[in-house]
């Protein structure tokens, strides 16, 4: 059964920065993409980054130039690293792995104050 450990959530001030991380284990597969979705208060589950195992990303829209996904294969870790933070960041955000199957985190709070 896949794990995945997030770790790295909190809170910050609006400008500040915060890198989160999330370790996935217990697949006879390989992990193939891997990334990052968050979800705001009373809003649907976005995605926010992706990184397939063949290299190549992708962001959306507002997180551009702020946002770096990067993975660690030996490791089978992902990490966001997130910068020049906004409120309208805030939110709880889930590390995904795709397998044999997609697989979500428990989620990690980050809350960016005004």
């Known amino acids: 059964q896949v794990q995945l450990v997030e770790s790295g959530g909190g809170l910050v001030q609006a400008g500040g920065s915060l890198r989160l991380s999330c370790a996935a284990s217990?697949?006879?597969?390989?992990?193939?993409?891997m990334g990052w979705g968050r979800q705001a208060p009373g809003k649907q589950r976005e995605w926010v980054a992706r990184?397939?195992?063949?290299?190549?990303?992708w962001y959306t829209g507002s997180v551009k130039g702020r946002f770096t996904i990067s993975r660690d294969n030996a490791k089978n870790t992902v990490y966001l690293q997130m910068n020049s933070l906004k409120p309208e960041d805030t939110g709880v955000y889930y590390c995904?792995?795709?397998?044999?199957?997609?697989?979500w985190g428990q989620g990690t709070q980050v809350t960016v104050s005004s």
């Open positions: 990184i397939p195992s063949g290299g190549g990303t």
């Open positions: 995904n792995v795709v397998a044999d199957a997609s697989y």
């Open positions: 217990g697949s006879s597969f390989s992990f193939y993409a």
